[in-house]
């Protein structure tokens, strides 16, 4: 069964801290992986996506890399502001058909 | 260029009612998924759909869920004789045709339906 684990669940942190958000899985072929931003009641954010072949992927104060042999990704995002406050999904594509594996995500507060 | 629209935003049905939610893809998009988000829980894949075609539905629940893509019009995820499990987030995505796709999908709003 593929699976897609976050760790933290939640996660509070100070306005302006750099962090880290983990996310494993068990899919050793998979085709992409995404990180998403949900706000509460709202829809998903794509904020990066790394295909297969690539190690990591930049967007502003964003970086997200990917290690298919250790089964691991993680979403850097430094210089950390209030308006970061929000749950971050990961999700990956076992092949190219936009069926997604998603974690149960990370919840972040940055506290001003 | 519009997202991926949904509609109705919010949904309240009683038990054994029907529960229709409707998503409009980007434009230039021919391909849409549908996932639920239950609460407390991760999204769940549905349904992969393509203009009159079901390509994947390997999500769906056996019975009472259907889902449909016209020729013309939205894609519609259909809810019969709802029940108080049913109560979720629907959220539909879409992405271009398979030569022009990352794999990226692109994901409207979300349907959120109450069934009381």
């Known amino acids: 069964k593929q699976e897609v684990t976050q760790i933290p669940a939640a996660l509070s942190v100070p306005e302006g801290e750099n962090l880290v958000l983990n996310c494993s899985f068990t899919?050793?072929?998979?085709?992409?992986l995404q990180w998403f931003r949900q706000d509460p009641g709202k829809g998903l954010t794509s904020l990066l996506l790394?295909?297969?072949?690539?190690r990591e992927q930049t967007s502003g104060r964003l970086n997200a890399s990917l290690d298919k042999s250790s089964g691991r990704s993680t979403l850097y995002i430094a210089a950390s502001q209030p308006g970061d406050s929000a749950t971050y999904l990961c999700a990956h594509g076992s092949g190219n058909t936009g069926k997604l594996i998603f974690g149960q995500g990370t919840t972040l507060q940055v506290k001003p | 260029n519009a997202g991926v629209m949904q509609n109705p935003r919010h949904l309240v049905r009683r038990r054994g009612q029907e529960a229709r939610l409707r998503c409009s893809p980007m434009?230039?998009?021919?391909?849409v998924y549908w996932y639920r988000q239950l609460p407390e829980e991760g999204l769940k894949f549905m349904v992969y759909l393509q203009k009159e075609n079901i390509i994947d539905e390997s999500g769906m629940p056996k019975e009472r869920f259907s889902a449909e893509f016209p020729k013309e019009g939205p894609s519609i995820l259909r809810i019969q004789q709802v029940v108080r499990g049913d109560s979720a987030a629907y959220f539909c995505?879409?992405?271009?045709?398979?030569?022009?796709?990352?794999?990226?999908?692109?994901f409207g709003e979300g349907s959120r339906l109450t069934v009381l």
């Open positions: 995505a879409s992405s271009p045709p398979k030569g022009l796709s990352t794999g990226e999908l692109f």
């Open positions: 790394i295909q297969s072949s690539q």
């Open positions: 899919d050793s072929a998979i085709y992409n």
């Open positions: 434009k230039g998009h021919s391909h």
